[in-house]
């Protein structure tokens, strides 16, 4: 049996796609095996958000052929999509490029090459020119208790910083049916929680005239079987009356948002060609307690953006703790080649995106503690996911991890738990009831 090894580097979203090309390899008869052990093809699926981004897939791909020199090398992906031809004269030792189309036509491609090793297949195309969504499904990507679905791929934001839209595309939907039907598949499987996942959620549907994020999530809350529903990053924009009207309806609707933020200056924002303002941002925040005093919000920021000034960065420190967010995911900036803010004058010096990150890293720390604690002594309900030498840990509907005494007999189970303590800076100790 021939043997094909994967490695996967970004986001949620590639992590999909490598799950859903393995399948097919599988499908074809092919053993999956540890990237680290003899294969007879490497897939590697690029990343290309940073410049660390870039390296890091640069690496992989060299190093990769040094375990079996006569491997099939496959480079997939958004570098791959971006940078296909330097990738190509970068690491000669690549044989087939593919980018974020045609994914579904990689076994057959593989075994094209095969035959007469020729010259490097290289099947990037001009991703602007792809209009409708590639459908590609999975069985598991995760845990058995929770799993992420591709619902929606391509972006028409062009924030100033963000190389995505030109790697990805324009806005593709999954059709419903298609979303419905796997979300079925792997509810029967028993997975007890989904999350929708894609390049901008939000702008889900638009493109097919029919349909839109909240029809979407009507439609899945009414999977049998599937207890929790959660979304990957939207926009406060997302969050109007209608769909706070929607979510009164919606109890599997997790009470967890991670609604994208970037910086708390409203200057830096609209050089950023973000769109909404941190009043807009701050209403959203707002009208979810409203509705879930509970409510976790999470969400990036990007420090050293060009010409932030300290004023700027501090409005930025002073707004996340207004707005009292759950948790901060902390990026200096990295100018990408091809997007606008790359050419804007002011570039930061990288030892003041240092400095920002780490006294904005305390802020966020300070911040996640004051949330995790006011749920000491609370009940809450916890999707178990995995046992290990007498602990149990899982997550709460408002993404808190929460670990108990107890074995693999709550695994994949929602149980009611006493929050008791921190055991330290991530994770509650709590007590089955």
């Avoid at 074809?28 to 890091?56: G, I, M, P, Q, W």
């Avoid at 058995?144 to 839209?165: A, D």
């Avoid at 997975?191 to 549907?205: D, M, N, P, Q, R």
């Avoid at 941190?278 to 707002?286: C, G, I, K």
């Amino acid at each position: 049996m021939r043997k094909v090894a994967f490695y996967t580097l970004g986001c949620k979203v590639n992590q999909y796609d490598t799950e859903a090309v393995l399948e097919k390899f599988k499908a074809a008869n092919y053993e999956v095996v540890d990237f680290s052990d003899y294969a007879d093809v490497y897939v590697v699926n690029t990343c290309t958000v940073t410049h660390l981004s870039d390296r890091k897939c640069r690496q992989m791909l060299r190093k990769t052929k040094k375990i079996n020199e006569n491997s099939i090398l496959v480079a997939m992906g958004c570098y791959a999509q971006i940078a296909a031809d330097k990738i190509k004269d970068q690491v000669s030792e690549i044989d087939i490029i593919i980018g974020t189309d045609k994914r579904n036509q990689i076994v057959e491609v593989v075994e094209a090459f095969e035959k007469d090793r020729a010259e490097t297949i290289n099947l990037v195309s001009d991703i602007m020119d792809v209009n409708e969504f590639e459908e590609m499904t999975i069985s598991h990507l995760g845990e058995r208790t929770r799993v992420y679905i591709k619902v929606q791929e391509g972006c028409n934001n062009y924030c100033s910083y963000c190389i995505i839209p030109y790697t990805r595309g324009k806005i593709r939907s999954r059709k419903e049916e298609q979303v419905v039907e796997e979300v079925t598949k792997l509810a029967n499987l028993g997975f007890k929680e989904i999350i929708l996942t894609g390049i901008h959620v939000l702008a889900y549907g638009k493109d097919l005239g029919n349909t839109n994020l909240i029809q979407l999530l009507k439609r899945v809350h009414e999977v049998e079987g599937i207890e929790r529903i959660r979304m990957s990053s939207i926009e406060p924009v997302a969050i109007t009356k209608e769909f706070i009207d929607a979510l009164r309806e919606l109890p599997k609707v997790c009470h967890h948002f991670h609604l994208s933020l970037q910086s708390g200056s409203d200057r830096v924002l609209k050089r950023m060609n973000r769109k909404y303002t941190t009043a807009d941002y701050l209403r959203s925040v707002e009208d979810l307690r409203s509705l879930w005093p509970d409510v976790a919000i999470t969400t990036d920021i990007i420090v050293g953006f060009p010409g932030e000034t300290d004023e700027e960065f501090e409005e930025t420190v002073a707004f996340v703790e207004k707005v009292k967010l759950a948790q901060i995911h902390i990026f200096p900036f990295s100018p990408r080649e091809g997007t606008p803010a790359a050419k804007m004058k002011e570039q930061i010096a990288p030892e003041i995106k240092e400095k920002r990150e780490k006294e904005l890293a305390t802020k966020e720390k300070e911040l996640r503690l004051a949330y995790m604690k006011q749920f000491v002594g609370q009940e809450m309900e916890v999707l178990f996911e995995k046992a290990q030498d007498g602990k149990v840990s899982g997550y709460t509907s408002n993404y808190l991890r929460v670990q108990v005494a107890g074995d693999e007999t709550i695994e994949n189970t929602v149980q009611t738990v006493c929050i008791k303590n921190l055991i330290d800076e991530h994770t509650l100790l709590g007590k089955l009831k």
